[in-house]
Each structure stands twice: as C-alpha cells, then as structure tokens.
Nanobody, 124 residues
C-alpha cells in the first residue's frame, strides 16, 4: 500500500512561514492525487489543499487561499505545502493523504492513504 512520510512541522511565530513535506512510497493507480488536511483540538479534520500528480491541478480552502501553496516534485514523489503569513488559527495537526482518482475532493472519506500527521503550532 501507499506509505506517506511527513516532515516540516514545528513552532513558528504569527506571520512566519513553514514548509511541510510529504514523501509517497509510490505514484501509481493507487495514488493519483494528494491532499493536505488539518485538525485542531475539538474540531473535525478539514481540507486544506490538494494537487494532482499528472496535471498539477490545485485546489485550496478559502481560509488558506493566498497564503498557502501546494506543489509537487514528481521525480521525488513528494508533495509540499508552503505556509506563509501564518496565523494562530492555523495551529493544528496537519495530515497528507493520497487518493486513486484525479477528481477534486475536499472530503477525507475519498482519500485512502494517510500520513502520520505533523504538529504545526503558531504562537501569537
């Protein structure tokens, strides 16, 4: 199965930046697109951004649009989430996930494989 390894989480001041990485073990029929989700304490896991491996089609949640950028390196099977102008409300555990279709989806149920999650904490 597809294995996802995340890195890049940490503590940052408001207004600062972080770059998250997610390395996938394979990019096959089981992994056509990648998504980033986040979950804050007491809240449900929410969609952040997604990208397709082939065309690089991106999608963003309104809350991060203009501040976050998702990208991919197909040679490394790695997806990145560049987070700029971070706010305390961005504090959450961030997860990367993979799905087998290129259709846009913001729901976690459509993603079959998930990373372990990485903590992002933004101080005020």
């Amino acid at each position: 199965q597809v294995q996802l390894v995340e890195s890049g989480g940490g503590l940052v001041q408001a207004g600062g930046s972080l770059r998250l990485s997610c390395a996938a073990s394979e990019r096959t029929a089981a992994n056509r697109a990648m998504g980033w989700f986040r979950q804050a304490p007491g809240k449900e896991r929410e969609f952040v951004a997604s990208i397709t491996w082939s065309a690089g089609t991106t999608s963003y949640a309104d809350s991060v649009k203009g501040r976050f950028t998702i990208s991919r390196d197909n040679l490394k099977n790695t997806v990145y989430l560049q987070m700029n102008s971070l706010k305390p409300e961005d504090t959450a555990v961030y997860y990367c996930a993979a799905k087998s279709t290129v259709f846009v989806s913001t729901t976690r149920e459509t993603y079959k494989y998930w990373g372990q999650g990485t903590q992002v904490t933004v101080s005020s």
